[in-house]
């Protein structure tokens, strides 16, 4: 293991020669540590066998690229090894796989949907929390596109915003769409994408993030559901109380005491129906923020015209009866 020839530029910035090399062996020349490993690749090398090994010195770490040197014959007569000092691309190859593996657990186990689409649309990958929102396995959605399990209605303006992703119009975009699982239901998502591109700049695949807003836009239609509710089934008796308070404002003196009264019960019943109204309303929607679903069911039309003539102002001296136990009559 004595070096016949050394030389290359690299010697110097670690302290060494070609006069301090050649002619000595490995053990002479190396603290014990580096020697041993140097030791150990030139016997390979010796062996026939080729080997390319990082090897430390001095706080730095050289590729080490060793092979057998054969004479004419074949017969190996020595070792040729070449080193390289590659530092500062090993710590950046480790940095590198650090990155990815903290990309893939929080790919893995982000709390929302996440995957790599190929730019035809076909699924790359995809973590947990998507494939249970829409009931693909991960093998499943691999075989798939995003335009297969897209809501019709929606497809169209993905795929518009995903050809302007593509030709650098803009650099991402987010959008509500709405996907159809296995099972065959409509969820709703608040999908927002963006574009890995080369050192070239050619687009590679898409990053998607995929948040269930399902929930969401069911309170919202809920809203406007009590808001058309309410600005519908008010108008009769807030209009009643307007009424009756604009004439006795206007006309309080064309009418005598009981006359008053009467309109006063007249918008007071208005307002406690409009109260009847509000606190339904606003029951069936706390009901339904609860996850509570109101279902309509068959009643007896009998028992409840009872219940309603029960609750009628006697003062107004409403004669009602029961015909049958669907129709009342009202004088």
Known sequence: LRYLAAGGLGLAAVGLSSEAMTGNTVDEIFPPETAAEVSRLYRM????????????????????????????????????????????????????????????????????GKALIELDGTFRAANESLTRLLGYSEPQLLTMTFQEITHPEDLEADLALRDQLVAGEIDSYTMEK?????????????LSVTLTRDADQQPLYFIAQIQDVTE???????????VAILS??????????GGYSDVLLDSWDDYDDEQRLGFIRKARAAAYAAQTLLEDTLTISALDADGIEVRAQEVRVDELAREVLGTLDREHRIDASLLDANAVRVV
């Not at 770490?61 to 190996?76: A, C, K, N, T, W």
């Not at 969401?216 to 009590?226: F, V």
């Not at 519908?232 to 109380?241: G, W």
């Open 216 to 226: 969401r836009k069911r309170q919202e239609a809920s809203l406007r559901d009590l």
């Open 178 to 190: 709405r996907y159809i699982t296995a099972s065959g239901d409509v969820v709703w998502v608040q």
């Open 45 to 112: 090398a010796l062996r026939g066998e080729s080997s390319v090994v990082d090897v430390p010195y001095l706080g730095l770490v050289y590729e080490q690229h060793l092979s057998p040197v054969r004479d004419e014959s074949g017969e190996i007569i020595a070792a040729m090894g070449v080193a390289q000092e590659v530092s500062a691309s090993r710590r950046n190859e480790e940095a590198l796989r650090e990155s990815e593996a903290r990309f893939r657990l929080t790919f893995a186990h982000a709390p929302i």
């Open 232 to 241: 519908h089934d008010l108008r009769t008796p807030l209009s009643v109380m």
